[in-house]
T-cell receptor, first 112, second 113 residues
């Protein structure tokens, strides 16, 4: 099935560093979402973006909906150990459909 | 509970058997979705229910897969004559209405021997 191109696939950083990941698509989406998944659990919603160009923050997390509606990025500032997990981008609304189309995920590992 | 509830959390079965997976959405949520997540991969859409409308079945991989939603609440995903490639985590999500953010359960980990 269709997937978004998410990068990087994995990141190994030191505690306190900033993190940036992004997603691109060949198709336009009406909504972009970012989820975090930890082992044995379902994805948890972090940020939802509804307008092209929108920049939204949730604590140390900041995400933007690209102006072309074909991309989005997520930044995490001053990483802490509990940020470890897999981060997924998801797009919604392609051709009117409500299903989410997911990226392959970015696995974040933090060295204390 | 307050979140999406799925059962069982784990299911191990032999190839060729039928399995049923259950999803209880968040109370009051009208939209319900099923996704599949293979090891180390992103989520793949399977099927979507919205109110009394006909479900969007466009993601079901074969006619061995079916789902129903009774009374606009609980949903059951059924896989008939299971194959080893059906092994995955099956995740259910619900949203208040169809263009609102989807909230996920913790999934059912299905292993086909």
């Amino acid at each position: 099935g269709q997937q978004l191109n998410q990068s990087p696939q994995s990141m190994f950083i030191q505690e306190g560093e900033d993190v940036s990941m992004n997603c691109t698509s060949s198709s336009i989406f009406n909504t972009w979402l970012w989820y975090k998944q930890e082992p044995g659990e379902g994805p948890v919603l972090l940020i939802a973006l509804y307008k092209a160009g929108e920049l939204t923050s949730n604590g140390r997390l900041t995400a933007q909906f690209g102006i072309t509606r074909k991309d989005s990025f997520l930044n995490i500032s001053a990483s802490i150990p509990s940020d470890v997990g897999i981060y997924f981008c998801a797009g919604q609304g392609i051709q009117g459909a409500q299903k989410l189309v997911f990226g392959q995920g970015t696995r974040l590992t933090i060295n204390p | 509970g307050a979140g999406v509830s799925q059962s069982p959390s784990n299911k191990v079965t032999e190839k060729g058997k039928d399995v049923e997976l259950r999803c209880d959405p968040i109370s009051g949520h009208t939209a319900l979705y099923w996704y599949r997540q293979s090891l180390g991969q992103g989520l793949e859409f399977l099927i979507y229910f919205q109110g009394n409308s006909a479900p969007d079945k466009s993601g079901l991989p074969s006619d061995r897969f079916s789902a129903e939603r009774t009374g606009g609440s609980v949903s059951t995903l059924t896989i008939q004559r299971t194959q080893q490639e059906d092994s995955a985590v099956y995740l259910c999500a619900s949203s208040l209405i169809d263009n609102q953010p989807q909230h996920f359960g913790d999934g059912t980990r299905l292993s086909i021997l």
